[in-house]
């Protein structure tokens, strides 16, 4: 998976995190999630915050 990834990451991150509600996470919790899945291979230094925006929203989807 790589950053632009947006829906497969916010999938993958409501599985991860089920108790966790994605309104409420910080950008930097976000980045280290993100970085940590198990399919996640992609540069951690080319995130920013659009792209944290867009994977938070699109978690807040699938939830």
Known sequence: MKWTDVR????ELAEAHPE????YVRFTDLHKWVTEL???????KHSGEKIL???QMMWIDEV
């Open 38 to 44: 198990e399919d996640f291979d992609d540069d951690p």
């Open 53 to 55: 925006e867009a994977i």
């Open 20 to 23: 966790v509600d994605p309104r």
């Open 8 to 11: 497969l990451i916010a999938i």
